[in-house]
């Protein structure tokens, strides 16, 4: 498959199933909702070192939070529900509560509800306060800025992680400048994360590693400057390829964010120095999802 | 589904006990089943049908006593789902221990409105007695959930004993409002008797106009902006009603907490007009 001069590699993206949920960060303006939000969702770029994946899913209007200020829908996702409900209490607390003039809401309220302000209200020393509010609890915490509102619980939900496609270009500025286009396009879609830093992963991996201790190591078939020393899959003219990762309440919802991604890619074409796209798997053998590049870009848009 | 209409043809000169005409207890009954019901009159028994003109409609809801009677007491006791609208006064113990389900009143109500309820709506559009959503003497657990909607006003001690959910007084309320107070949310429009939140332990009385007293045993906590406020003015069972003026912008209110003769955790928050 040839798009606008952009090969598309007969192969899939393999991803795998987590548990996901969703919070919605909301302040005095959008400034510090963003502030609260790029602090929870930091270090958090994948499952391998960093115990979730996360990312801001998107901009929320006042008239769509509970509280009607400014807003961030930020997503969490893990490998399991333990995990995740660890990974967001700790960042909620740590950052969220911390930020000034935030409030912290459930961004899904439908399946296993896990604690949100649960146990953050503990930090109120007795002077906590729950109002319940149309069926939902919420927990008034005194802090120094005010009071730092909080549902009790928000919801976790099953979700696909490790949806991905690779851009290989020939030069690092064209690659950067792809992926910077199709991160544009992806993040007008709902549902989903891009976790890595600018939603783009410069160092892919492979599963395993010469070194005993290492679980996961550079993924050096795609790495251009081994071209001449490993088993490559790049052509000569590819001098730089970055990947996108792609976390999503669903496989459609994967799905749509690739088809975006790559369409965004694909228009830039070759005369933009884009000259291949190819997409990270593991044979099959780690998750049940598999995202087909060709299927994905042969369906209408 | 069907929708029963009990029209009272008699004046009544003792207190009826309405509590078994509920939505629950009538559904699946022919006229004359409903017409045999027992209804504690005074200290007499006598049937539904002494009282009522009873007509059943299909392709509707609920159940409709038309009119009504500041006579009927336990209007909804213990009523766990489905509608009553009364189309004019009711009694006592309006709501008495309900569980669920919509009461709606057109005109007044007695005391002991949403006594000990648990869940559910209770809609006066007239004025509501003492002891809205409070207890009866010697229980110590008033109102433990639901909505109570009361567009006229109240009488003493709203929310005696309270315990959690939401009463809204559109009106002005009586003396010692909040007294007692567990725990919930009292908001109260109009003008406020003296002695608010006398003894309550936790709990916020939301109050749209400054009270003409308050307790010494309440301390000034100064002035804020509580984000809790605009979730609760912007709620659906708030909505277009009363406060909706407040939700549209972050409320500011001056703080009181207390009661310190009690637990102390409670606070009266007197909303402030725009600046």
């Known amino acids: ?301 | 589904m069907t929708a029963v209409t009990l029209s009272l043809k008699t004046t009544l000169r003792q207190r009826l006990d309405v509590s078994p005409l509920m939505p629950d207890n009538l559904a699946g009954r022919d006229p004359a089943e409903i017409a045999a019901i027992a209804l504690h009159y005074g200290n007499r028994t006598e049937p539904v049908g002494h009282f009522f003109d009873i007509r059943i409609t299909p392709d509707g809801d609920g159940l409709t006593f038309s009119p009504g009677d500041a006579r009927f007491d336990y209007l909804g006791r213990g009523m766990a789902a489905g509608s009553i609208r009364v189309a004019g006064d009711a009694g006592a113990y309006v709501g008495y221990q309900m569980r669920g389900g919509t009461i709606s009143v057109d005109g007044d109500v007695g005391i002991y409105c949403g006594a000990e309820m648990k869940s559910g709506e209770v809609h006066v559009r007239g004025n509501a007695g003492d002891f809205v959503g409070g207890a009866l003497p010697g229980n110590r657990k008033g109102m433990a959930g639901g909505c109570l909607f009361i567009e006229g006003s109240a009488g003493d001690r709203v929310g005696d004993h309270m315990r959690r959910g939401l009463i809204v007084i559109e009106g002005d309320a009586g003396a010692y409002a909040g007294s007692r107070m567990i725990a919930g949310t009292i908001a109260i429009k109009g003008r406020l008797g003296p002695y608010p939140g006398y003894a309550m332990k936790r709990g916020t009385l939301v109050l749209a106009q400054a009270p003409a007293m308050l307790p010494a045993t309440f301390n000034d906590c100064g002035t804020h902006t509580l984000g809790f406020l605009s979730l609760l003015f912007r709620s659906p069972v708030l909505h277009g009603r009363a406060f909706a003026d407040f939700a549209r912008r972050p409320p500011r209110v001056r703080r009181y907490a207390g009661d310190h003769a009690s637990l102390g955790k409670g606070e009266i928050l007197v909303l402030l007009p725009d600046p």
Not at chain 1, 27 to 50: E, P, R
Not at chain 1, 165 to 181: D, G, K, M
Not at chain 1, 233 to 243: H, K
């Open chain 1, 1 to 301: 498959m040839n798009i606008n001069g952009v090969e598309i590699d007969d192969t899939f993206a393999e991803a795998f199933p987590m548990k996901a949920t969703r919070v919605i960060i909301t302040a005095q303006n959008l400034k510090w909702a963003y502030h609260a939000a790029q602090a929870m969702t930091g270090f958090a770029t994948s499952v391998i070192a960093c115990g979730c994946e996360a990312g801001i899913e998107r901009e929320l209007d006042p008239s769509e939070t509970p509280d009607g200020r400014p807003g961030i829908a930020a997503m969490i996702f893990a490998m399991g529900g333990k995990g995740l409900a660890k990974q967001l209490e700790t960042r909620a607390g740590q950052c969220v509560l911390t930020a000034p003039t935030s409030a912290l809401f459930a961004g899904i309220t439908s399946g296993d509800p896990i604690a949100l302000g649960k146990n953050l209200r503990f930090f109120g020393d007795g002077f906590q306060l729950s109002k319940k509010i149309d069926g939902r609890r919420y927990w008034r915490v005194p802090v120094m800025d005010g009071e730092f509102l909080c549902d009790e619980s928000t919801c976790m939900v099953p979700a696909v992680g490790g949806g991905n496609f690779l851009v290989l270009a020939e030069s690092q500025p064209q690659a950067l400048a792809a992926c910077e286009a199709a991160i544009a396009a992806m993040s007008t879609v709902p549902n989903v994360i891009m976790p890595f830093p600018g939603g783009v992963v410069r160092s892919g991996s492979k599963v395993g590693s010469k070194y005993k201790a290492l679980n996961a190591s550079t993924n050096d078939a795609f790495c251009p400057t081994l071209k001449g020393q490993t088993d490559t899959q790049l052509s000569p003219e590819i001098e730089s390829v970055m990947e996108i990762v792609i976390d999503g309440l669903s496989e459609q919802d994967i799905k749509r964010a690739m088809r975006a991604g790559l369409d965004a890619v694909c228009r830039l074409g070759a005369s933009s120095g884009i000259r291949r796209i190819s997409a990270g798997n593991y044979g099959g053998k780690l998750g049940p999802f598999l995202f087909r590049l060709h299927e994905i870009m042969g369906q209408p848009s």
